[in-house]
């Protein structure tokens, strides 16, 4: 089985960068899509980025193209969320999440391993 742990997340200003890791434990993680979520207060949780089991495709909700990349390395077992030019908006506990099949997946039914969340607060 794969178990996800998030890090990186923390209070930072408007127009900052954080860079969220999610490290992964278990033998088949390099098999696997991986994928950020992102749940604000009062709202539901939603899709910000994916990525392909070898990390050569990735796809973007549109709050976050141009903004946030995706990457991952297979080697270290580990998926990272690097993200620039934060906007209060970006507030949220976000989620690492990994599916069974090895493309891109933004639904959140598709998902079966999902990390603890992890906090980030961008004050204006």
């Known amino acids: 089985q794969v178990q996800l742990v998030e890090s990186g997340g923390g209070l930072v200003q408007a127009g900052g960068s954080l860079r969220l890791s999610c490290a992964a434990s278990g033998r088949i993680f390099s098999s696997r899509g991986m994928g950020w979520f992102r749940q604000a207060p009062g709202q539901t949780r939603e899709f910000v980025a994916a990525?392909?089991?070898?990390?050569?495709?990735?796809h973007y909700a549109d709050s976050a193209l141009g903004r946030f990349t995706i990457s991952r390395d297979n080697a270290k077992n580990t998926v990272l969320l690097q993200m620039n030019s934060l906007k209060p908006e970006d507030t949220a506990v976000y989620y690492c999440?990994?599916?069974?099949?090895?493309?891109?997946?933004?639904?959140?039914?598709?998902?079966?391993?999902w990390g603890q969340g992890i906090q980030v607060t961008v004050s204006s």
């Open positions: 999440a990994a599916h069974p099949g090895s493309g891109i997946a933004v639904s959140q039914g598709t998902y079966d391993r």
């Open positions: 990525t392909t089991s070898s990390g050569g495709r990735t």
